[in-house]
DNA sequence: ATCTTAAGCTGACGATCGTTCTCTAAAGAC
DNA sequence: GTCTTTAGAGAACGATCGTCAGCTTAAGAT
């Protein structure tokens, strides 16, 4: 019982290259990105450190990948989720109610995983803070767009202050987050829900000036 | 060149204690807490590492001690800078501004430790995650009772929803935490305490039903 | 002046970190 | 068929992690 099983195959070495980095997202997701382990992802997927490391080269490399598909299935999920939606307060609803969702997830995961990493880099340099502030330059580009669009049909007031609200609106998702993993608020989608409606919803009375 | 300099007295003993400890808080507000390091702690205060985890025994009382210290200057600042102001609207308005000037901070030193902190340990169960969780307690107890002081005074409609209202106060705080230390937008302040007043100010008309 | 206490250094410990060799065997090209 | 490529295992590397056993030396008590 000398050597185990070299199996390789391009095919089959993608789809390891996917499960490494699907188990990375849940071991970052507990004790961060930079907690991540080559030794513990390994022995997670019954595999060597070499092997691991060998689809990216680098830890840093690995953390990167492991970001861009967070950021990609976060995409396809939430502003993918809002497309059949009329542009404006509609879809930028049903955009930030699916968002809400996708951090209520399951019994197994739980939480924006981007949210959290936006957290852990915001004071450290290098290309993975970067690679962060692109995905939420892009989404707060995303968000802003669809509150311009809401206010030119009419939806909000046209004296709205579109980059206060893409503010006040980022921070209910923060709630929502910080709700769900930390305080466990069984209540936490409904309230984030219900900030959403009341800064979106045209009975939003603004100032009235 | 044997020995070096083994000072000690009780009085020095404890100022070192503070050195150390001040130093970690500044150390843990880029790394995280989790990424503090004993060695890296004992370099930068010119230590050895036996003399720096001497005063505590374990790097996770360190870390206690750090996150005890860091509740401490939050409750001298903030609600602290508010006690003089009247109960209720007065008072949790000037605590919010104090909070936010405390995480614009100055060129040494920006954001709120324990919010990131908070983000940090929400999914890692432990003796830090409680002191945490207890410390935020603390704190939304104190935010929900100068609201229904407030509600009780008619600064506040009878019927509003304080939970809701605690908890979207709470986005606004996040938000700017992140608007400073993560895309350091200069107008975070500006947009947090507008959004802070929004949600305050009698003129609020919070639906009219 | 003597004794006790304790702050802090030196040095080492086992463990684990990320990385890099070497080696294997199967996959794909020819 | 042979030949090249490569996924992955195995083992080791230097570095660093947290911790602890001694030692030195000054402070505080008697």
Redesign the pocket.
Known sequence: M????????????A???TRIIERALTLGSVDGLEG?????L?TDL??????????F????A?QLAVVDEAVERFRLRVPGHALGARPGIERLTRAFEEWIDYMTGDEEHRGCFLTSVAMEYDERPGPIRDAILTALSRWSDYVTAELNEAVKAGELPHNTDVPQLTFELGGIALAVQQAILLTRDPTAATRGRQAIHRLLDHTNTHGGD
């Open positions: 000398s050597g185990m099983s070299p199996r390789k195959s391009v095919v089959e070495a789809a390891t290259r991540l382990t080559i030794g513990h390994a019954g595999m060597s450190k070499a092997g691991v490391i060998g689809h080269g680098t830890k840093e690995l």
